[in-house]
C-alpha cells in the first residue's frame, strides 16, 4: 500500500530526496506523497526510506490504499522500464 504523510510532518523536507520514485513534493501544509509513485520502497530498498528518515516519524502506511507485494512491484517495473527490482 502507499505510504502517507501524517499531520505530525514539520515540512523538514528531509524525505524529498529519499524516496526513490520521486513520489515526495512539498504540499501546502505538509509534504505529501503521490499514491501512484510509492511502492512502499519496493523495488529499490527493503525498508520505507521516508520513515527511516523522519525525524517525527510521519510517514506510515495508508490502510486504504491496500496492494500486494506483486502489485507493487508491477508499479515500480512501470516506472523503471526494463530494470530488475531489487
Ligand atoms: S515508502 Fe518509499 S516509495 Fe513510498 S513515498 Fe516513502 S520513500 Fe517513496
Ligand atoms: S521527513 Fe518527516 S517531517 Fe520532514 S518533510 Fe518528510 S514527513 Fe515531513
Known amino acids: 500500500m502507499a505510504y502517507k504523510i501524517s499531520d505530525d510532518c514539520i515540512s523538514c ?3 524529498e530526496s529519499e524516496c526513490p520514485n520521486g513520489a515526495i513534493k512539498e504540499g501546502d501544509t505538509s509534504f505529501v506523497i503521490d499514491p501512484a509513485k510509492c511502492t512502499e520502497c519496493v523495488g529499490s530498498f527493503s525498508e520505507s526510506k521516508c520513515a527511516e528518515t523522519c525525524p517525527v516519524g510521519a510517514p506510515g502506511p495508508d490502510e486504504s490504499r491496500k496492494e500486494t507485494k506483486e502489485q507493487l512491484v508491477k508499479k ?3 516506472m523503471n522500464p526494463g530494470k530488475t527490482p531489487k
Do not use: K, L, V
Open 13 to 15: 523536507g528531509a524525505c
Open 76 to 78: 515500480w517495473q512501470a
